[in-house]
Structure formats: C-alpha cells, structure tokens
C-alpha cells in the first residue's frame, strides 16, 4: 500500500526558508517521479518541483533558484527547501509520486505553508 505524508509546513515570514518532509511508504524511487504541486486559495494545483526516478530536476520559473527537490533513497524521503520565501508562496503544499511505467498517481494529503510578516 502506497503511502506519502507530508510535514513541515508552518508560518514563516518572508525571506525565511522551510523545509517540506514527505515520507513515502510502499514505492521505489527508483521507477518512480516524485513531485511537490501547490494549491492557494481559489486557484488550481500547480506543479511546483519534479526529480525523475535517474535524477532530473525541473522547477516553476516563479520557485526556480530558490527552492531545491531532492531524494533521500535511505529514508524514502522526498524533500523541498524553500528558502527566500514570499507572501505568493503561501498554500498547501501536496507530494505526488507518479509510477513510471504505467504514470499510476498518488497523492499525500498536503502540508499548509503560509509566508506572512
């Protein structure tokens, strides 16, 4: 059973950094493409940070040089540091892993991050 869970969403002031935790239980990186989207308020789910299952990354151009997706193949942990962080970066943030023979979903249930002084 697949499994992801999200963590360390909170309030930050703008220009602080996070850093997003999703614990993935029942996948292999290996032939998986994990993800973070965003969901603001009223707006639609938006890919923020991909890395394929060989390493890739590819970023938003609205987050590009300042976060970072990485993988932790030991823990089975998927990563976001978010650092300069501003007010439009405030959502809920969802991990998403994506099978890469058959492109199968599967979703956390998100982590809430609000910028705000």
């Known amino acids: 059973q697949v499994q992801l869970v999200e963590s360390g969403g909170e309030l930050v002031q703008p220009g602080g950094s996070l850093r997003l935790s999703c614990a993935a239980s029942?996948?292999?990186?290996?032939?998986?493409?994990m993800a973070w989207y965003r969901q603001a308020p009223g707006k639609q789910r938006d890919l923020v940070a991909r890395?394929?299952?060989?390493?890739?990354?590819d970023y938003a151009d609205s987050v590009g040089g300042r976060f970072t997706i990485s993988t932790d193949y030991a823990k089975n942990t998927l990563y976001l540091q978010m650092n300069s962080l501003k007010p439009e970066d405030t959502a809920v943030y969802y991990c998403?892993?994506?099978?890469?023979?058959?492109?199968?979903?599967?979703w956390g249930q998100g982590t809430h991050v609000t910028v705000s002084s």
């Open positions: 998403n892993a994506e099978r890469i023979w058959d492109r199968v979903n599967y």
């Open positions: 890395i394929a299952n060989y390493g890739r990354t």
């Open positions: 029942g996948i292999n990186f290996n032939v998986y493409a």
